[in-house]
């Protein structure tokens, strides 16, 4: 076989390449035939090893492209002359073959396998619905208990720590928005176990350290939550552990016993005690704080049998009271003031009253005082009261509405006071140069308008 591939791949005669070169240059069209020999492609002579590496060339793509056919197939793919594809074929990565859910057999229609139901994380196809899937009994791992087990929420109870941060914020956001059902609703969710008898202890104790219309909030808190939250059971508990840490009380407020004795009773007229529960105290006390609180309790019980009414122990608060008994006390505050002078006690009586909205009626009663009045002493000292309170307590929108009140009635206290004007000028000019009001509102200040009369007998008086 050497020796008949020898001419093949022998150089080819002179005289053949002449006359080849010579009917290539010629220019006949008729005779431009390509004479293809054994070593020439396309009319170029190439030597025996450039023919053999392309021949590998083109079998290792032959190869590629079979390798592939299954994919490629029935997408009108073909091969050139020299083993490229007609079209641009994109290599894609394993992660986007491991994506493709069409079949690499090259059957089918091209459509996904399965329906598009298969495939990691596929749960079936689109709009597929589960039914109940059944126990079965043969299966090894199955367990009669299992089909009645029934699986439920625990809430472990409170301790001590826990209780005090979990109940603590609960009833001081009670003391601003007054809501027992919310409250209810928010203890019913804590597992309390044997805390419940200790939600008490903590109203009464944060309520003893606060204002009296915090006490009544607490009162109206244990009537609404015995019988629903607490038992009257854990009620007396709630008590007798009060009466017991009575003198820790006492230390941080020294008024502790009496306020623990009016609870008693208010909790006794509310029915959430027993009547019988002070008598079963009789002469098993040793604490005086205990016995001072039992004392104002039997003390106010045997009173509303003469007609006290208990559910104004602690006082009707500032928002529920009447405008005129407002009005009443905001007179009698300023009368005790201009006999005592006591700054500090006008400013702590008006604390009690808690009607911040109402203290517009401070401001106006005392401007008309001193409108009113007919010395400098009164003058300065509602200056001095005034300054106090507007460091203190007043906001500015209600000294403004004070003021703004004065201004409009003016004409009508010019009626009984002549006066009026010109005190009232010489009020505003001090309040705003101590800081109480701003200029805008002492510019505000009404003035009484003088007319020159230049009649005869007028005497260049002004009326």
Not at 65 to 76: A, F, I, T, V
Not at 142 to 170: A, M, R, S
Not at 307 to 321: E, I, M, S, Y
Request: hydrophobic share 35%; aromatic share 6%.
């Amino acid at each position: 076989m050497a020796t008949e591939a020898e001419p093949k791949f022998s150089n080819p005669p002179a005289a053949e390449l002449d006359n080849s070169t010579s009917n290539m240059l010629s220019g006949d069209e008729d005779q431009t035939e390509a004479i293809i020999l054994p070593n020439e492609i396309n009319g170029n002579w190439i030597s025996r090893e450039t023919s053999i590496h392309e021949a590998r060339l083109k079998a290792k793509a032959k190869r590629r492209l079979r390798k592939n056919s299954s994919r490629d197939s029935g997408r009108g793919d073909s091969l050139s002359d020299n083993g490229e594809s007609s079209r641009n074929v994109i290599p894609t990565s394993p992660k986007g073959k491991m994506l493709d859910r069409k079949s690499r057999m090259g059957k089918g229609r091209g459509l996904p396998k399965k329906g598009g139901a298969g495939g990691k994380g596929v749960w079936g196809t689109p709009g597929e619905v589960y039914d109940v899937e059944e126990v079965d009994v043969q299966d090894p791992n199955y367990d009669e208990d299992q089909e009645n087990c029934v699986y439920e929420t625990v809430v472990l109870p409170l301790d001590e720590g826990v209780f005090q941060k979990t109940v603590t914020p609960i009833v001081q956001e009670y003391f601003e928005h007054g809501d027992t059902n919310e409250v209810m609703e928010l203890l019913k969710n804590l597992n309390l176990g044997e805390m419940k008898c200790t939600v008490p202890v903590l109203a009464v104790s944060l309520a003893l350290e606060g204002k009296a219309s915090h006490r009544e909030l607490t009162s109206r808190l244990l009537s609404d939550l015995c019988g629903k939250v607490l038992t009257t059971n854990d009620v007396e508990k709630s008590f007798d552990m009060l009466l017991k840490e009575l003198p820790e009380l006492a230390l941080d407020t020294p008024g502790a016993p009496h306020l623990v004795g009016q609870f008693i009773a208010r909790a006794v007229a509310d029915e959430i005690l027993s009547k019988s529960y002070i008598e079963s105290y009789k002469g098993k006390v040793d604490c005086e704080n205990a016995r001072a609180a039992l004392g104002r309790a039997t003390v106010l019980l045997s009173m509303k049998r003469g007609g006290l009414r208990l559910d104004n122990v602690w006082g009707t608060g500032g928002g529920q009271r009447p405008v005129e008994q407002l009005v009443q006390e905001i007179d009698m505050l300023l009368k005790e003031y201009q006999v005592s002078g006591d700054v500090g006690e006008a400013e702590h009586c008006l604390r009690e009253l808690e009607v911040p909205h109402f203290h517009h009626e401070l401001v106006y009663k005392a401007i008309v005082m001193v409108l009113e009045s007919t010395g400098e002493t009164t003058f300065k000292m509602i200056l001095k009261m005034l300054k106090s309170l507007w460091e203190s307590i007043i906001t500015v929108d209600q000294m403004n509405r004070g003021f703004e009140r004065v201004y409009k009635e003016i004409p009508d206290i010019h009626l009984d006071v002549p006066q009026a004007y010109t005190v009232m000028e010489q009020f505003v000019e001090q309040c705003h140069q101590m800081g109480i009001i701003v200029k805008e509102l002492r510019d505000l200040c009404p003035s009484r308008g003088r007319k020159r009369f230049v009649s005869e007998g007028d005497g260049g008086r002004f009326k």
